[in-house]
């Protein structure tokens, strides 16, 4: 997966409890994106970051929020979470270099069930 | 009236049939358009990427953008079983954006040996 790696791949939780999901890129890339993504909605971006400490809301950004203190990682933050935001969640690099100037690479996902 | 429409299918074809996958598009500063391949529990990747209007070819792959209609094709030709898989089209507009794309929901194609 192009040098991302997701954890935890798998997380099941109950109501009310935080959740830290982790996107861990070997390639020193600027952009990092989450995206969930469920049955008849497709992939919905969450929150993005183009640099460290520099973040954005995505279009579905509510009841999450984001860190990136450093280039490498990514975490998604759930602090309450709820039944609605059982998803499964995909990381996302921009490689900001050469050719495909607009493609996103994507982690193997993290699949998340809130009771 | 969503930026992105795809028809979610299911679509089932027989092995060696030819696949046409569709969307539509409402944002005319859309300038890139991507078809990825998702399998199933797998992350999306990418098969096809064009930039503006016209065709693109890759082997049993042809994407077509239609910029006058906001209107984009995916065709696989020879359709294999391998081939089966949610297909999603992504669209976004100039790299100003922080290279946002914007999905389609996707379309699940099964091809039956």
């Known amino acids: 997966d192009a040098g991302i790696t997701q954890s935890p791949r798998h997380k099941v939780t109950e109501t009310g409890t935080p959740v830290t999901l982790r996107c861990h890129q070997t390639?020193?890339?600027?952009?990092m994106y989450w995206y969930r993504q469920d049955p008849g909605h497709g992939l919905r971006l969450i929150h993005y970051?183009?640099?460290?400490?520099?973040?954005d809301k995505g279009e579905v950004s509510d009841g999450y929020s984001v860190s990136r203190s450093k280039t490498e990682d990514f975490l998604l933050t759930l602090e309450s979470a709820t039944s609605s935001q059982t998803s499964v969640y995909f990381c996302?690099?921009?490689?900001?270099?050469?050719?495909?100037?607009?493609?996103?690479?994507f982690g193997a996902g993290s699949r998340l069930t809130v009771l | 009236q969503k930026e992105v429409e795809q028809d979610p299918g299911p679509l089932s074809v027989p092995e060696g049939a030819i696949v046409s996958l569709n969307c539509t598009y409402s944002?005319?500063?859309?300038?890139?358009f991507m078809w990825y391949r998702q399998y199933s529990r797998k992350g999306p990747e990418l098969l096809m990427y064009?930039?503006?209007?016209g065709n693109k070819e890759d082997g049993r792959f042809t994407a077509q953008v239609d910029k006058s209609s906001k209107y984009i094709s995916l065709f696989i030709r020879d359709s294999q079983p391998s081939d089966s898989a949610t297909y999603l089209c992504?669209?976004?507009?100039?790299?100003?954006?922080?290279?946002?794309?914007?999905f389609g929901k996707g379309t699940l194609l099964t091809v039956n040996p």
């Open positions: 390639e020193n890339h600027r952009y």
């Open positions: 064009t930039y503006s209007s």
């Open positions: 996302a690099i921009h490689p900001s270099s050469g050719s495909g100037a607009n493609v996103l690479t």
């Open positions: 944002n005319s500063a859309f300038q890139y």
């Open positions: 992504a669209m976004s507009d100039r790299g100003g954006s922080n290279y946002k794309l914007t």
């Open positions: 970051s183009y640099g460290v400490k520099d973040t």
